[in-house]
C-alpha cells in the first residue's frame, strides 16, 4: 500500500502524521511512503530522516493526496485537504465530527472511508490512540491555567502553589478520565489545592487509592460543580462522551458567581467544549474573556509540544496503521472490532451513530459497511 503524509495546516499545529521510524517500519512490511516536503519540521524531523527512512519526498500535498492510498494525518482535513479526497481512499487521522458539520458532509461527499482515531477502543473499554494525547493536555492543562492566571493575561493574578502565610490556587478539575487524572497530579505537584469531580464512583475509588491525598474527589452533580466553582481560580473541563459533542457542564449565566478573573481551560473543545461560552482558539490567540472569566480553550493543545505528542502518538497508532496497510481496511476491521470502531465514513455513508445522532445524519451500522 502507498501511505501518504502531509504537512498539518492547521493553525499552530506542529505535529506530524507519521515519524521516521514509524515510516521505516512500514516500508520493511513492503509499503511505501511519501511524505511532503517539511511536514516533520515542526516535531523536529528533517526532511533526511525520511529519505534516510526508505521514504519519498514530495514539495506538495496536491502530490500526496493525489498518489497515496492511506493518508496519515493528526488532525481533522482542513476544508481544501477535503476537497482533495477520493472515493476509496482511506484516511486515518483525528476527526472530532460531532461538532462539525461541515467537516462531516465533506467527508461523506468525498467518498473516503474515514477511520477516526478517537472512537478506536481496547478491551478494556479505553480509547488507545485519544490516551497519549488525553495524557499531555492533561498534563499542560494546569501550566496553561497557571498562565492565564497571570494578572497580565486578565486572570486574578494568583499563585498555583502559593507562597508560605498565602494558600495556593483552587483547582477545580471535571472529569476524571485519563485527561482529568493527569491534569489534577500536575495541578496538585504545582502545589495547587486539587478537587476532581466524576460521576463514576469506581474511579473516584480508583482516584482516592492510587493517589491517596494528593487531591480531593467529589460525586460529580450540578448542584456540586455549583458549590465548587464560586471560589475555584482555576477550572479544567476534561469530560467526554466518546465520539460525541461534550455536555455542557458550565452556563454563562454561572459565569456571575465565579471569582473576577478565574480561569477556565477546556480540554473537551475538540468534541465542541464543556462550558457554554467555550470557541475553539489557537496557540496564537488562545484566551479570551467572557464576562470577566478567562477562557483557554485551544483546540490542539498537545500541538504546543510537537515532538513529544508526535512520538507519542506515533507509538500508539503504528500497530493500527500497519494493520490496515497490511490487510486493507476490511479485513483488518473485520479481525479487530475494536478498530471497526474507529469507523466513521465511509463510501458516502456516516458510519458512527453517536456522531448521526448529534448531527441528525442518517447512520450505516459499521457491520454493513464492511459488506459494502
Not at 458510519?351 to 454493513?368: C, E, F
Request: aromatic share 4%.
Amino acid at each position: 500500500m502507498l501511505i501518504g503524509c502531509p504537512t498539518e495546516i492547521k493553525p499552530q499545529e506542529f505535529r506530524v502524521g507519521l515519524t521516521p521510524n514509524a515510516a521505516q517500519e512500514a516500508i520493511a512490511h513492503g509499503h511505501s511512503v511519501v511524505v511532503q516536503s517539511g511536514a516533520g519540521t515542526g516535531a523536529g524531523f528533517t526532511d533526511a530522516d525520511y529519505t534516510a527512512a526508505g521514504a519519498a519526498l514530495v514539495e506538495t500535498a496536491a502530490e500526496v493526496f493525489s498518489s497515496a492510498e492511506m493518508i496519515v494525518k493528526v488532525k481533522e482535513p482542513q476544508a481544501i485537504e477535503r476537497k482533495m479526497l477520493r472515493d476509496g481512499q482511506l484516511l486515518f487521522t483525528y476527526l472530532h465530527l460531532a461538532p462539525d458539520p461541515d467537516q462531516t458532509r465533506d467527508l461523506i461527499a468525498s467518498g473516503c472511508t474515514a477511520i477516526a482515531y478517537e472512537t478506536v477502543t481496547d478491551d478494556r473499554g479505553g480509547l488507545p490512540l485519544l490516551a497519549p494525547m488525553s495524557e499531555v493536555a492533561g498534563r499542560l492543562a494546569p501550566q496553561v491555567g497557571a498562565w492565564t492566571l497571570q494578572k497580565a493575561n486578565g486572570g486574578r493574578g494568583v499563585l498555583m502553589g502559593g507562597v508560605p502565610g498565602v494558600g495556593p490556587a483552587k483547582v477545580v478539575v471535571i472529569g476524571g478520565g485519563v485527561v482529568g487524572t493527569h491534569a489534577a497530579k500536575i495541578a496538585a505537584g504545582m502545589g495547587a489545592d486539587v478537587t476532581v469531580l466524576d460521576r463514576s464512583l469506581p474511579r473516584l475509588r480508583y482516584l482516592d487509592d492510587v493517589f491517596g491525598g494528593t487531591f480531593k474527589n467529589r460525586h460529580s452533580t450540578a448542584g456540586a460543580t455549583a458549590e465548587l466553582i464560586v471560589d475555584a481560580d482555576l477550572i479544567i473541563g476534561a469530560v467526554l462522551i466518546p465520539g460525541a459533542a461534550a455536555p455542557k457542564l458550565i452556563s454563562r449565566t454561572q459565569l456571575s458567581d465565579m471569582k473576577p478573573g478565574a480561569a477556565l481551560v477546556d480540554v473537551a473543545i475538540d468534541q465542541g467544549g464543556c462550558f457554554e461560552t467555550s470557541r475553539a482558539t489557537t496557540h496564537a490567540e488562545p484566551i479570551y474573556n467572557v464576562d470577566g472569566i478567562m477562557h483557554y480553550c485551544v483546540a490542539n493543545m498537545p500541538g504546543a509540544v510537537a515532538r513529544t505528542s508526535t512520538i507519542a502518538l506515533g507509538n500508539a497508532t503504528l500497530p493500527y496503521m500497519l494493520a490496515l496497510a497490511d490487510k486493507g481496511w476490511r479485513q483488518a476491521c473485520e479481525d479487530d472490532p475494536h478498530l471497526l470502531n474507529g469507523l466513521n465514513v465511509h463510501a458516502g455513508n456516516l458510519t458512527y451513530y453517536a456522531v448521526g445522532k448529534a448531527l441528525g445524519i442518517d447512520v450505516l451500522a459499521p457491520s454493513l459497511a464492511l459488506k459494502n
